[in-house]
C-alpha cells in the first residue's frame, strides 16, 4: 500500500530563509506525487505536482519540489520564506493507474518568524 | 476559489443523531471525492463517485454513506454520531478519472462536532 511520511509535524523559519519541508513516499511503482497547501479556515489548494515528466517541478509561490527515485523523496523548497507562507503542508500520493485517491501525510505546520 | 461548495459550514449535532453533507463539484467535473481530516487520523480519503457511481472506497465507516445525483452533486449521509466522528470534512472534485493524474480541486470543508 502507498503511504507517505512527513518528517516534522512542526517547522519554524525566520523570514527569508529557506524553507524545507520533507517528505518520503512508499510505494511499489512510480506514483504521482503532489504537495497541497491549507491556509487557516480553509480547503486545501494544489502547489505543485509530480507526474514523472521532469524531476523538478515547480509550483505556485515560488514553492519547488525534486523527486529523486533513489531517496524515494519528494521534498518542498522555497528560497525565501515569507509571513504569507505560515500554513499547513500536505504531501500526498496516488496512483498512476487505477483509483484516484489521494493518501496524504500527517501535514507539517509552517511558521514564519518576523 | 476553488469552485467547489460545500454547505453547511459548520454543523453541531449531539451523539446518535444523523446528519448531511452537501457538495457542488466545480462546473464540468464528474468525478467527486470526499475526506475527513481529525486531529488523531489526520486526512484520509473515504470515498469517490464518477458520474453518479461509486469508483472507490477508502476508511469510510458503515454507518456512513454517500451518493452522487444526476446533477452530479453530492451528499455524504453521516448516522449515528460518536463524538469521534468530530472533525473537517472535505469534499473534491476533478474533471475525470484518469489514474491520479487530474487534479482535485477542494472545498472549503464541513466543520462536524458532535456533542
Known amino acids: 500500500a502507498q503511504s507517505v511520511t512527513q518528517l516534522g509535524s512542526h517547522v519554524s523559519v525566520s523570514e527569508g530563509a529557506l524553507v524545507l519541508l520533507r517528505c518520503n513516499y512508499s510505494?511499489?511503482?512510480?506514483?504521482?506525487l503532489f504537495w497541497y497547501v491549507q491556509y487557516p479556515n480553509q480547503g486545501l489548494q494544489l502547489l505543485l505536482k509530480y507526474t514523472s515528466a521532469a524531476t523538478l517541478v515547480k509550483g505556485i509561490n515560488g514553492f519547488e519540489a525534486e523527486f529523486k527515485k533513489s531517496e524515494t523523496s519528494f521534498h518542498l523548497t522555497k528560497p525565501s520564506a515569507h509571513m504569507s507562507d505560515a500554513a499547513e503542508y500536505f504531501c500526498?500520493?496516488?496512483?498512476?493507474?487505477?483509483?484516484?485517491?489521494?493518501?496524504f501525510g500527517q501535514g507539517t505546520r509552517l511558521t514564519i518568524n518576523p | 476559489d476553488s469552485g467547489v461548495t460545500q454547505t453547511p459550514k459548520h454543523l453541531i449535532t449531539a451523539t446518535g443523531q444523523r446528519v448531511t453533507l452537501r457538495c457542488s463539484p466545480r462546473s464540468g467535473d464528474l468525478s467527486v471525492y470526499w475526506y475527513q481530516q481529525s486531529l488523531d487520523q489526520g486526512l484520509q480519503f473515504l470515498i469517490q463517485y464518477y458520474n453518479g457511481e461509486e469508483r472507490a472506497k477508502g476508511n469510510i465507516l458503515e454507518r456512513f454513506s454517500a451518493q452522487q445525483f444526476p446533477d452530479l452533486h453530492s451528499e455524504l449521509n453521516l448516522s449515528s454520531l460518536e463524538l469521534g466522528d468530530s472533525a473537517l470534512y472535505f469534499c473534491?472534485?476533478?474533471?475525470?478519472?484518469?489514474?491520479?493524474?487530474?487534479?482535485?480541486?477542494f472545498g472549503p470543508g464541513t466543520r462536524l462536532t458532535v456533542l
Open positions: 510505494s511499489s511503482v512510480p506514483p504521482y
Open positions: 500526498a500520493v496516488s496512483d498512476v493507474q487505477g483509483a484516484q485517491k489521494l493518501v
Open positions: 473534491a472534485s476533478s474533471v475525470g478519472t484518469s489514474g491520479g493524474l487530474v487534479e482535485q480541486f
